[in-house]
């Protein structure tokens, strides 16, 4: 159980293009859904929370139109990156929690963005 | 500001050799949690302890929480290169619904 399903797993675009990452759990309701971004061999930085219904709350430093966080449903959040330029490759990763979001994670198996 | 620390920040252990990487807070924590994950892969939710000074165990690995709940650690028991990757604790945040990550121990394991 407790599966969350990211896609796609790889983009590799040119500079400008905005590119959409979908994060779903499948097996559960995801009260709470994460977007962490994660460079080589660095720790999780979480870029946002959001919560099915309402806007996402923003970590400091991030920038919200650049980040567009749409929590549709229970079980679909997704992450667009608008206007992505070179400086926006990296790993991105979701993860979604069943209950108030500070029990357990379960992630997705990120996206690999590389802007040329 | 609220932080989770950890160290070391990697290991590189023959296989057979005994693990430890150590976790801890600023703050007293509700529960902490920790994941592993792998090279290429994604975190993967391992165990969450919520009373002060639990012990819990799966297989060769130990986790403790502290008498405090503000550290932890998980113990590795004679490690096998499947136990390669990073090992990453976390407490929630006092406020809001996120969890603030240590920036994990990189385990290698040489057979």
């Known amino acids: 159980g407790a599966v969350v399903s990211q896609h796609p797993s790889r983009v590799i675009c040119k500079s400008g293009t905005s590119v959409k990452i979908e994060c779903r759990s499948l097996d559960f309701q995801a009260t709470t859904m994460f977007w962490y971004r994660q460079f080589p061999k660095k720790s999780l930085m979480l870029m946002a929370t959001?919560?099915?219904?309402?806007?996402?709350?923003?970590e400091q430093g991030v920038e919200k139109d650049k980040f567009l966080i749409n929590h549709a449903s229970l079980t679909l959040s997704t992450l667009t990156v608008t206007s992505a330029h070179p400086e926006d490759s990296s790993f991105y990763i979701c993860?979604?929690?069943?209950?108030?979001?500070?029990?357990?994670?379960?992630f997705g198996d990120g996206t690999r963005l590389s802007i040329l | 500001g609220q932080q989770v620390m950890q160290i070391p920040q990697y290991q590189h252990v023959q296989e057979g050799e005994d693990f430890t990487t150590y976790c801890n807070s600023s703050?007293?924590?509700?529960?902490i949690q920790w994941y592993k994950q792998r090279p290429g892969g994604h975190p993967v939710f391992l165990i969450q302890?919520?009373?002060?000074?639990e012990v819990k165990k799966q297989k060769r690995l130990t986790f403790q929480f502290g008498e405090a709940k503000k550290n932890s650690s998980l113990h590795i028991t004679a490690t096998q290169t499947t136990d390669v990757g990073t090992y990453f604790c976390?407490?929630?945040?006092?406020?809001?619904?996120?969890?603030?990550f240590g920036k994990g121990t990189s385990l290698l394991v040489t057979p």
């Open positions: 993860s979604a929690s069943a209950g108030t979001g500070q029990g357990p994670q379960h």
């Open positions: 959001s919560n099915e219904g309402s806007k996402a709350t923003y």
């Open positions: 976390a407490g929630p945040r006092n406020s809001g619904y996120a969890l603030n």
């Open positions: 302890l919520v009373k002060s000074g």
């Open positions: 703050t007293t924590l509700s529960n």
